[in-house]
């Protein structure tokens, strides 16, 4: 059982490039979440999927787009990278979004946009 | 604004009792989280509290005051594998979770 896998595990990214960092869960989850973790603050939400076929913005969605074609899925896009999106990504998923449900968390994909 | 607040660092001893405090204003409340995430690694799941009192697993406590706006996590007989950030989480009205910076615990032999 893999849980929650994510790619790449780390990247280097010109500026101006898209990129689409890739996130699945086999634990067929309903909600999935995608957070910034930069040193000092605390994970801030980009994006979020209650359910396949939704999608919602989070506290910081602007440069990142988000798609949930199917429940296992949940892919981030940088459309033009700038160097304050440097960060290290989490993917999350639960089985739903209240309630006593727990995030689990993917190992996270390190960003450098220089 | 929505606001966690935990301490940055704290240093305890191999054996001892550490409790880490955290304290929130959040647009509505429906859960308090901790989290524990080691260097490099990402983060797990600890402990959830909804109602206020004491939650024991184990090593590990949580306890939750709503009217305070206050919780802490109670760490004992700790162990040098117990050196991690431990981050605080609540979910709001909107069923999103707002996420202290976290609290980096050091362990000393």
């Known amino acids: 059982i893999a849980g929650i896998t994510q790619a790449p595990t780390s990247q280097i990214l010109a500026a101006g490039r898209r990129m689409t960092l890739r996130c699945t869960q086999d634990m067929r989850h309903n909600a999935m979440y995608w957070y910034r973790q930069d040193l000092g603050l605390g994970l801030r939400l980009i994006h979020y999927?209650?359910?396949?076929?939704?999608?919602g913005k989070g506290e910081v969605p602007d440069g990142y787009s988000v798609s949930r074609a199917n429940t296992d899925d949940f892919p981030l896009t940088l459309a033009s990278a700038v160097p304050s999106q440097t960060s290290v990504y989490f993917c999350a998923s639960s089985p739903g979004a209240g309630g006593n449900n727990e995030q689990f968390f993917g190992p996270g994909t390190r960003l450098t946009v220089l | 604004g929505q606001n966690i607040d935990q301490p940055t660092e704290m240093t305890a001893t191999e054996g001892a009792i550490v409790q880490i405090n955290c304290t929130y204003q959040t647009s509505g409340f429906n859960g308090l989280f901790w989290y524990q995430q080691h260097a490099g690694e990402a983060p797990t799941f600890l402990s959830y509290?909804?109602l206020d009192g004491l939650e024991e697993k184990g090593r590990f406590s949580s306890f939750l005051s709503r009217s305070k706006g206050y919780s802490y996590l109670l760490l004992k007989e700790l162990q040098m594998k117990d050196s991690a950030s431990y981050l605080c989480a609540v979910r709001d009205s909107n069923y999103q979770l707002i996420w202290g910076a976290g609290t980096k615990l050091i362990i000393k032999p």
């Open positions: 509290n909804v």
């Open positions: 999927s209650n359910t396949a076929g939704t999608t």
